[in-house]
């Protein structure tokens, strides 16, 4: 089978494995090229296959030889299917992690449920004793809460009036003007449900209750808050007050974790391409005008490039972790930058499907979904057959 991508509305139906391999093999090699981090050595990532947490675990574990396991929701291969891509990643980070003697485990599961809790504890017990990091990085549109057995879906709109604007279908180009009718308190109070932080505490209570947490252990959630232009679907919407509920988990995870000398962070991360973020209105506009301007400038980064400065320029620098206002460690600071949101904020007014091509990176854009799914890399044959079932070496 010759592996081609498949699109489907905001979603591709294929994944490249050998392209998925050489997506994690680059976020390795710019790790390792940036040197050593003195970071934490026994990591626990929680949605761990894709977008900021694979940086994180290829950074723990590339960066400071730190043993990882990562706790994801992906697709095995199917017979005439392909995996997800999120799957192939994690089987070639895996074989890399293995091929440099670094402990490495997957657990492929419902994260917000209790039974995929359950085995991750046994397997920290068993294997590690105790974990000194915990990422948090899940992005999902569905939770169903284990104690109430409730399914919250949670929805991207704004709260107290419609918001319109541009949007651009990036698979097309086409610049329309969407409008988005108010959220109400059913709304928002599931998107809290499912992208605030109860499950963050959650693990934090359950991991702390069994003693799997060292002494000092640190944990990280991300989040985003973005430019006005974004503001009303985005911060002040249905998405933003889930963030906002994060936000204050951080704060009631550190108290909790005062016997232990432990701390929780929010770091804010910068707007990216990912699978989560594609399928929010308006935001596909801006990160073409956002990209085009900071590659300009020459401040663009990805994933793995945010989370390399994270780990050695905020977290593990030996002083004080530099935290906002609120208690936020800041990585998107060059996209917020005055200049570069002044810039983007002119050629928003200017954006029409016939300008776009030549004032935004839609291309870039395009070009980094694909890269999701492990198609558009260079070094990878994709004319060649690529139809061999990929394991993950720790998941039977
Ligand atoms: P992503 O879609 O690339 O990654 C999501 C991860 O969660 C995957 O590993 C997936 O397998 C896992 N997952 C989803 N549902 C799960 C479940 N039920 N059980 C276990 N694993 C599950 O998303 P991305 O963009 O990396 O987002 C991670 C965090 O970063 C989110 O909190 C997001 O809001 C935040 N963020 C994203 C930004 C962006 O522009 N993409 C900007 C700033 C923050
Ligand atoms: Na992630």
């Known amino acids: 089978m010759i592996i081609e991508p498949r699109m489907r509305g905001f979603i591709c139906l294929t994944a490249h494995p050998k392209g998925a391999e050489q997506n994690v093999k680059n976020q390795i090699e710019y790790i390792q090229s940036k040197g050593a981090i003195a970071g934490a050595k026994k990591v626990l990532?929680?949605?761990?296959?894709t977008g900021f947490g694979l940086a994180s675990r290829i950074t723990s574990a590339f960066g400071s030889d730190a043993a990882t396991i990562g706790v994801f929701f992906e697709k095995p291969p199917v017979e005439g299917k392909t995996a997800s891509p999120g799957w192939y990643n994690s089987a070639a980070f895996e074989t890399e992690a293995h091929k440099a003697g670094l402990y490495a485990k997957s657990i492929n599961g419902d994260a917000f449920s209790n039974e995929i809790k359950r085995e991750t504890l046994d397997l920290i017990k068993a294997d590690l004793g105790q974990v000194d990091l915990v990422i948090y990085s899940l992005a999902s549109p569905v939770r169903t809460n284990p104690n109430t057995g409730v399914t919250h879906r949670s929805v991207l709109k704004p709260i107290g009036q419609t918001f319109t604007n541009k949007t651009v279908d990036f698979h097309t180009g086409n610049v329309t003007e969407v409008s988005i009718a108010p959220a109400n308190e059913e709304d928002i109070e599931n998107t809290v449900a499912v992208m605030g932080g109860e499950?963050?505490?959650?693990w934090i209570d359950a991991l702390k209750n069994e003693n799997l947490l060292a002494e000092?252990?640190?944990t990280i959630a991300y989040s985003y808050i973005g430019p006005e232009l974004t503001e009303a679907v985005y911060r002040k919407g249905t998405i933003g007050r889930a963030k906002d509920h994060l936000e204050a988990t951080a704060f009631t995870i550190t108290d909790s974790l005062q016997s232990i000398g432990g701390k929780a962070y929010v770091s804010v991360n910068k707007a990216l391409v990912t699978q989560a973020s594609s399928a929010i209105p308006v935001i596909p506009l801006y990160i073409s005008l956002l990209y085009k301007i900071m590659k300009e400038?020459?401040?663009h980064e990805g994933c793995i490039e945010q989370i390399q400065r994270l780990f050695q320029e905020r977290l593990y620098t030996g002083s004080e972790v530099p935290v906002d206002e609120k208690g936020r460690i800041r990585i998107d600071d060059w996209e917020m930058r005055e200049d570069v949101q002044a810039k983007v904020a002119e050629l928003w007014k200017e954006a029409t499907t016939e300008t776009l091509p030549a004032i935004g990176d839609l291309a870039g854009y395009r070009n980094d979904f694909l890269n999701l799914f492990g198609f558009e890399f260079d070094g990878v044959d994709y004319k060649a057959e690529a139809n061999?079932?990929?394991?993950?070496?720790s998941i039977k």
């Open 199 to 202: 499950d963050w505490a959650m």
């Open 297 to 299: 400038e020459g401040i």
């Open 216 to 218: 000092g252990a640190t």
């Open 388 to 393: 061999e079932v990929v394991n993950i070496d």
């Open 45 to 49: 990532v929680i949605g761990a296959s």
